[in-house]
């Protein structure tokens, strides 16, 4: 039997009053502090979204305009298989189109293999493997770990796109 979402799913603007939250929330991604192609982003100075449900809290996403691309920096969600995930794309896709984007991008690495099955059911395509990225990374943002999902050694950076 599964279990039963409590109440409707809402989308509203990160606002400060969730610096206490995100930082929790965002230990599933790395942190406040993340790195993609070579650049460090710190979330709580980024636009994005957070995902409630029930009163609670269940997930967000930020992310960084930059005129026709808008990057999709950190994604987390406290609870699979609600369209949390879904609905928080849905919404940096709507605010990265008003701000004149063309397409959304993202980067994972390759051990995050249930993110990259998300992201494609999501409709975004595979566009570039950066190998070795995450070596370079490490030298902005020590604490990324070797391993990572399943054991996997965590090297490269995999890019993926979809338009808008």
């Not at 395509?125 to 190998?131: S, Y």
């Not at 990374?137 to 020590?142: E, H, I």
Request: some cysteine; charged content about 25%; glycine content about 10%.
């Amino acid at each position: 039997m599964s279990e039963r979402a409590p109440g409707p799913l809402t989308i509203r603007a990160l606002a400060t009053s969730d610096a206490d939250w995100l930082r929790g929330a965002s230990e599933g991604v790395g942190g406040l502090v993340v790195v993609s192609r070579g650049a460090l982003h710190r979330l709580p100075q980024l636009p994005g979204f957070v995902a409630e449900q029930g009163g609670e809290r269940v997930g967000f996403a930020s992310y960084r305009p930059d005129g026709e691309a808008c990057e999709l920096v950190a994604i987390a969600s406290l609870h699979e298989r609600r369209g949390i995930g879904r609905a928080l794309i849905a919404a940096v896709s709507a605010a990265a189109a008003r701000a004149g984007a063309r397409r959304l991008w993202l980067v994972t690495t390759n051990d995050n293999v249930g993110a990259l099955r998300f992201y494609q059911l999501t409709g975004f395509r595979l566009v570039a493997v950066h190998l070795d990225a995450v070596d370079r990374s490490r030298a902005l943002k020590p604490s990324i770990p070797a391993l990572g999902h399943d054991n996997i050694p965590i090297r490269d950076e995999l890019e993926l796109s979809k338009p808008l």
